[in-house]
């Protein structure tokens, strides 16, 4: 058996050595004109400013929390567990935004000179180099960390790193690009009438950064978090599962590094076939590396457990990961009716869109919710809250593709931003603006998945957080946990109202400055004048790190409140409470934004009236305000459940000491 | 005792003799012009048409329903109770409506003649006779059907039958209310640039039939279904409280008997004071009111437990009524910070105007949840269940004149508009909208009353389905509970989702007709024609019958169909999670609408730019979004919980005896 867990690591290491090779393939792609190679390293160096920047407050943060753990659980090994989390996540974020940062003006030169197959193959690989760094990093240190220890129980530490960063990640990432993309969309092209990524535009830059530290940096982490929260939940709950307690643990740890192998090989297919087609590919890709994970998953089950329980358990999670994500495109596409009908309810104001598009949003979570519920029923039925654990392993086993295809979505994006930025011609832009529209329609296949296996995954750490609190039963008809119920519902809509207003806030701040700039140097718009690119990327910085730190010193102070005042089964009411209203929340707002976002570009595709009618100043309204609820407030809520539950895990032996002030 | 329980229908009647007075008081007064009396004719016939419309399609219902419980409980009595409570709720319904379409015009009338004193006691005793009704006839109701049957387990009925007609009565006049509203605004006042209320735009009668059906009768249901719901429920586990069974159902059946008898005083209180200060009047007679009931509360319980913890409860359930009407205020008045910042968001247009209200209506969920949090801890730790039961019973023990302010306001809006229709003087206008603008505020405070009481109440009716099915623990951990949960915090998004798109489809229609008339009728706006009223108050009708179907249908089916397929205690799950995110959706649509609809007020007195201004034109955008959440969904989602609960509780022999096909 230890050979087997030693082979574990071994396959994290798989893993980087392929994000290691992709990485230096890049470097060695053409990175263009003087120009491009200007703007990319204004780019570069504004990402990578927020998040050593970033990084100084998280410092400030870990090492608080460390102290927190040490003393507070007496667990040090728990303690030192939440760095090396904290600091391996850092890592794959790290990592996987340089190489999107060096792989989106090599995308725009690939275009330019090769086309649209050469030009795909660099934003998947600057994709995949993150997508191996989570998957690789996640591996390799709770392999590393089990392999050291034998201890499951100081696991839910490295966890609680994961996610503290994956908070600050989501939330600062979301506010830093939101704050870019709205400031630069009202002022440029809204009142100043230029295009979007237009150079003379003084947030242009910021609004690029923000790209890479949100929707790449900031996703990656989301994802790292779920991606260990579900491993290490369980590995937990299969520890404690009576007579087979290695094999419990076993199984998700090995199948986990060999669904690595599987996303490799993924990778290569698409790198190999590229072609004219690249949401075909990109999804064959999503498509034929599941099913690999599922022969390896029925192999594992049958090896180490002599049935097949654990494998429909992984099948159940994996299945509704896939339908999830089918269900979201459907939401968001233009292809179908809902956002076809956003867009004709545009005909009448930005008001018919607002309310169509919420109406939408809210709809689609009835599908989803049963599909969860169908998955929690079926993987329950057959391994009780271990089969919950393994549920949500296999729905995040394809992590690194998703995370590979998610993160292509932006490179693409920027590497159109850079093609407009220094003037490339017309036909870069197209193909850049094709494989950016189909990296929106695998991104919205990615948040199904991210809400989904957060959903698992904050069930499975619930409980295993029962489990360390030495819980059977968390009765609703007791008043606490009633009232946990309430405040963990409530947590969610405070948390996204104070997202919100941090992006409106930050928004604003820039707006101010785009606007002072337009004004004070008139020669920008003739463009005899360069604009001041470096102030609004530090508007953007600033107002990120100082907005973050009250959602996220909220997410960790509300469990630990509630525990000490009102003790264990109250907390579990909350975290309760949470789970289910979060995901409802979390559904909702991304697939709004979603849908705002796809019927703007329907109508600017020439639909019920086309660019520049009165339609799509309407659409428009519903794409700004789609803004904030599709990449800052919604998915930060994925995070904020799991977080909250990982802190009641961490600090079970606090609350239990302490049980209830009141 | 006998005796006591006798005095409770008297009571009751008192309550309604009060309003039968009130009633032929207003008819006396002078009803004013012929074309006042023509238009006041018009709303009240179109008011009446749907009411009864809608009786018919209720009829259809009440019957089919009448059957399953009886065949499906095996209790007939039940079934009559059902019957006797739809019955009740009819007619509060139909008498308060009926009594706001008589006030309204004589309101603006005696502001023509007499000023501010006569019009204020005129409108508010119109409202009065729908808050003596709702009272009177729900303390009459429950009063007789107890004193002649003995058994409180048959009161669940009556309160089903309440809830039934209540979900019909808000959904329906919602949708009728808002569709004739947005109609016209966006038509009337954006297109065509003719005043609110204009007599050239041909959707204005519907929109003050609207008033009347939604605003008047529809929360009229709401709040008699509570009020019905909090007694039931404090009768049932009263009943159940060891060695004082007899005692625990007379305390809040008589507390509440008084309580309408204080509300009485606090009216009389109003007519006769009166006075230039008509927001102080009423809400010293709110308060006033509640502290009789206070003195009531603390007089029974020590009569009936010599104790004081019966009092404790009440105290801690109507303090926190209060507290959450106070927020609620806070939240939407523009008196306060949070509208002032909607209507300075307002300047950069309408996608910030949206966020930062949504942004305000999710923070405002905070502050309610930890009031009614801490009524729950007060509650049951002097009562337990019975304690919660009792605390919603105090909440809504000033049902009655809760009831009355609230109507008061939509019958002041309709004064106005039969003011501006029927040109009389600017005035008059002037101090019709002095009342209207009182009204909102006094309304915000209904609002949080509705919101706080019917979280109360929904929890109170859980206690008693789960002593109905025999569950003493409804586990979390337990993956049925955990996928109810799932579920019913699923609901509440889906049933706002039907009824806004209901809205928008019905305000599609009304906006068509509108801009038919215009452009069939060149006359209309020259004045040489006259708008054909009835075609517009037709569409309203029958897109809310309609519409109302679907969203009714799901209220009933949902909850039976999981309790059916996976058990009571999957039910139980269902009903928490629907009862903990319905509640924040309630609060979070009611207050970013009311506080959306006030920063357009704040902007057209003059800030910010004025009527007229961009900023005025978003500000718009974000009431005509408000208007669905505040008028339809929201209040909507809070009878939604309710009447679930109910179902599950009427239905629990039904669900025991199948106990879970999967």
Not at 298 to 327: E, K, N, P
Request: charged fraction near 15%; include cysteine.
């Amino acid at each position: 058996m230890d050979s087997l867990f030693f082979a574990v690591p071994v396959l994290g290491v798989l893993g980087l050595l392929f994000a290691l090779f992709q990485g230096q393939k890049i470097l060695k792609e053409d990175s263009g004109n003087e120009r491009m190679k200007e703007i990319a390293k204004a780019i570069a160096e504004g990402a990578e400013a927020f998040l050593f920047a970033e990084y100084r407050i998280l410092l400030f943060f870990v090492c608080s929390l460390f102290l927190c753990i040490g003393f507070g659980t007496k667990s040090w090994l728990s303690a030192v567990a939440f760095i090396f989390g904290a600091l391996l996540s850092t890592l794959a974020g790290y990592f996987g935004m340089r190489s999107a940062t060096s792989a989106n003006v090599r995308t725009a030169e690939a275009a330019r000179q090769y086309g649209m197959k050469k030009a795909l193959s660099i934003a998947f690989s600057g994709g995949s180099v993150m997508g191996m760094c989570v998957a690789g990093f996640g591996i390799f240190g709770i392999g590393l960390f089990y392999m050291l220890t034998k201890d499951v129980g100081v696991l839910s530490g490295f966890s609680l790193g994961a996610s503290s960063i994956a908070l600050f990640a989501r939330v600062g990432g979301g506010i830093y690009t939101k704050a870019a993309d709205v400031g630069a969309d009202l002022v440029g092209k809204v009142e100043a009438g230029i295009p979007e990524d237009d150079p003379r535009n003084p947030a242009v830059i910021a609004d690029n950064v923000g790209d890479n530290v949100g929707d790449v940096a900031g996703m990656g982490a989301d994802l790292f978090e779920s991606y260990v929260g579900a491993l290490v939940s369980a590995m937990t709950l299969g520890f404690l599962l009576e007579g087979k307690s290695i094999e419990g643990v076993a199984f998700p740890l090995l199948l986990a590094g060999l669904s690595l192998l599987a996303c490799v090989l993924g990778s290569i297919l698409v790198l190999t076939l590229g072609g004219d087609n690249p949401s075909k590919v990109l999804k064959m890709a999503s498509y034929s590396s599941a099913a690999a994970v599922l022969i390896f998953a029925f192999a594992l089950s049958q090896y180490f457990f002599r049935d097949l329980h654990a494998a429909f358990a992984v099948t159940a999670g994996l299945i509704a990961g896939l339908a999830i994500g089918a269900v979201t495109e459907y939401y968001t596409s233009s292809s179908y009716n809902p956002v076809k009908e956003i867009a004709k309810q545009s005909e009448t104001g930005p008001a018919t869109n607002i309310i169509s598009g919420m109406a939408i949003g809210m709809r689609s979570t009835a599908v989803p919710i049963v599909l969860i519920s169908v998955a929690i029923f079926i993987s329950y039925s057959v391994l009780g809250l271990y089969g919950i654990a393994l549920a949500a392993v296999g729905m995040l086993s394809t992590t690194a593709i998703t995370v590979a295809v998610d993160a292509y979505g932006p490179i693409a994006d920027n590497a159109g931003g850079i093609a407009e930025m220094s003037g490339l011609p017309e036909e870069v832009r197209c193909i850049t603006d094709q494989l950016d529209a189909v990296g929106n329609t695998t991104a919205a296949m990615g948040k199904g998945f991210a809400i989904g296996s957060a959903a698992l995954t904050a069930l499975a750490l619930f409980a295993s957080y029962a489990q360390a609190v030495g819980l059977n039963n968390i009765n609703v008809l007791d008043s606490r946990v009633c009232i946990g119920l309430f405040i963990g519902a409530m947590l969610p809509f405070l948390f996204s109202a104070f997202t919100m207003s941090s992006v409106s806030k930050a928004a604003f701040s820039m707006i101010s400055e785009v606007r002072r700039q337009f004004r004070e140097k008139p020669g920008i718009m003739e463009g005899t004048e360069k604009p001041d690119y470096k102030t609004c990327v530090s508007i953007s910085t600033k107002a990120a790190l100082r907005e973050m730190i009250v959602p996220g010193v909220l997410a960790v102070l509300a469990p630990l409140g509630i525990g000490l005042l009102l003790g264990a089964e109250s907390l579990g009411g909350l975290l309760a409470g949470a789970l289910v209203s979060g995901v409802m929340m979390a559904i909702f707002m991304s697939n709004s934004g979603g849908a705002w976002d796809n019927a703007k570009k329907y109508v600017e595709e020439g639909h019920n009236g086309g660019k520049g009618s009165d339609t799509h100043k309407a659409a428009v309204v519903g794409d700004t305000v789609g803004d904030p609820f599709k990449d800052t407030s919604g998915p930060s809520i994925n995070i904020l459940i799991k977080l909250m539950t990982v802190i009641a895990l961490v600090f079970a032996p606090l609350i239990v000491a302490v049980g209830g002030i009141l």
